[in-house]
C-alpha cells in the first residue's frame, strides 16, 4: 500500500491545466509543420503558418495559446494499492482546476447549472473519468478543451448491419457538417463499439494517442488512415476557407458490444489539441 | 486571390464595405468593439425597448470574443474568435442600425447573409485558435458596458493591422462554400 496525499494531486493539476493551455504538444506542432509544408491553398498555407507562430507566442509569452481555455475532462487512472490521505481526492483535483485557471490566467468558461448559466467563477468543475487499475501509481490527464469543436461532437447508434461503410460514412459527414466551427485542421477521435456512453469515452481517449502513434490492430490502422484521407478529401482547408488540411490524425479505438448495437462516437478537437499527462 | 495586404481603418463605411471582396486579406487599424453572445442579447434587448445602445453601431465594427484575463502589464489577454452562428438570431438588428462589419469564425445563417447583402456589411473571418498572435494586434481595451458579464463584457479595443480574411462580402460572396470545392478530391 502507497500512501499518497491528495495535496500531490491539487499541485500536479493545477500545474497540468496551465501548462497545457500554454505549451502545444510537440507531435501537434510537428503535425502542423508537415501539413504547412503540404498545402495546396496559398490561404491555408498562410493560416498555418499564424496557427504555428501563434503556438511560438504562446510558448515564448506564457500564455493561452486560444482564449477558449476550456472545459477540463480529467483522466484518473488509480492503481488499486494506492491510497489516498489529507482529504477528499474530488475536491482535491477541483482544488487543483481552480489555483490553475486563476493563477495561470486563464479564463473560467463554466457555468454552474446549464439552464440557469451562472459561471462558477473558477472554472471548476473538472469532468472526472476515474478507473481502477492494478499496482501503486496515479496516471492523470488533463484535457482542456474548447467549445467550438466539443459543440460539434456526435453519437450515433448504428445497426449493425451498417458496418464499416456505415461508421465511416458517419465520421466523415460529421467532420463535413462542422466545417469551419471547429478551427481546423483538426483532431479526429472514433469510439465503436461498448455502450452509448462507452463509445463517447472511447472517443475521447481516441483523441489524446499521440499524433504519430499507429493503431497496434493493422484492420483499425488500416481505417485510421483511410478515414484521413477520405476527411482530408473534402477539401474543407485550414479555417474552412478551402486546402488540404482538414484533419491532422484520425484516431479510433473499439470495444465489445452487444449483438444488436453498433455505436459510433466521433470526438473533434481544434488545433489546439491540449493534453499533458503525469504519473505520480 | 493574391496574398497582399489591404489595409482599412475605422469607421468602417460603406464605401469600405463595397471595395473589400470575398478572399482578400485585410488589416484593420482603429476602434472595433467585443461583443458575444450575452452581449448580443443585451444589445438586441436594448433596441426592442427603444433605448440607446452603448456604442454608436453605425459603420461599426464587431469582434466576438470572449478574452482570457490580461497578465500583469498585459493590455488583453489571449483574444480569438469564437463561433459566430451563435450570434446569428441576434445579428440582423444590430445590421440594421447600420453595423458594417462582424468578426468571427465559421459558418453564418442564411438570414444574416441576406441581411448583410441588404444593409452593407461584410464578414471576416479570424484565425480560431491564434489568439496569442491576434492579441498582439490589440493596443488598448477598455470595457465600456455589461461590465458583470466577465469576459463577455463589451469593451472598446485599439487594435493596429488586426489580421483578418473576408470570409463573406456584402454580395454575398460566401468562401465556405467557393473554396472547399477546390480541394476536393
Ligand atoms: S475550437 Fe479550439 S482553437 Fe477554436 S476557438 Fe475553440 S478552443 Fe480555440
Redesign the interface.
Known sequence: MRDIHVQEVTKAVKEMCISANYHLGKDVYKRLVLSEERE?????K??LN??I??AD??TE?E???????GLVTLFIEIGQDVHFIGGDLNQAINEGVSQGYQEG?????VVEDPLKRK?TGDNTPAVVHSSIVPGEQVRITVAPKGF?SE?MCKLKMLKPSDGQKGVEDFVVEVVAIA???P?PPIVVGVGIGGTFEKAALLAKKAMLREVDDKNNNEYYAEMEERLLEKIN?????P??????ATALTVKVEKYPTHIAGLPVAVAIN???SRHEERVL | ?G?EIKRISTPFTKDAVKSLKA?D?VNITGTIYTGRDAAHQRLVDTLKEGKALPFAIKDSIIYY???????PG?VI????P??S?RMDDLTVPLLEQGLSGMIG???RAEKVIAGMKEYGAVYF?A??????????SIKKSTVIAYEDL??EAIRELEVVDF?V?V?IDSEGNN??D????????
Do not use: F
Request: proline share 7%; net charge positive.
Open positions: 495546396e491553398s496559398p490561404i491555408g498562410e493560416i499564424n496557427i507562430k501563434n507566442i504562446a509569452n500564455v493561452p495559446m486560444c482564449q477558449d481555455t490566467y486563464l479564463r473560467k468558461s459561471n467550438g459543440n466545417g469551419p466551427n478551427c478529401n473534402l477539401g474543407i482547408g479555417q474552412g476557407l478551402g486546402g488540404r481544434c488545433h489546439a | 486571390m496574398n478572399g486579406i470574443v470572449g478574452p482570457t484575463p490580461a497578465k498585459q489577454g489571449s483574444a480569438g469564437t463561433t452562428y469564425k465559421g459558418a473571418g484565425i480560431g485558435g491564434a489568439a496569442a498572435l491576434i492579441a498582439s466577465g469576459p489580421p480574411i470570409v468562401m465556405y467557393t473554396e472547399k470545392i477546390k480541394y476536393a478530391r
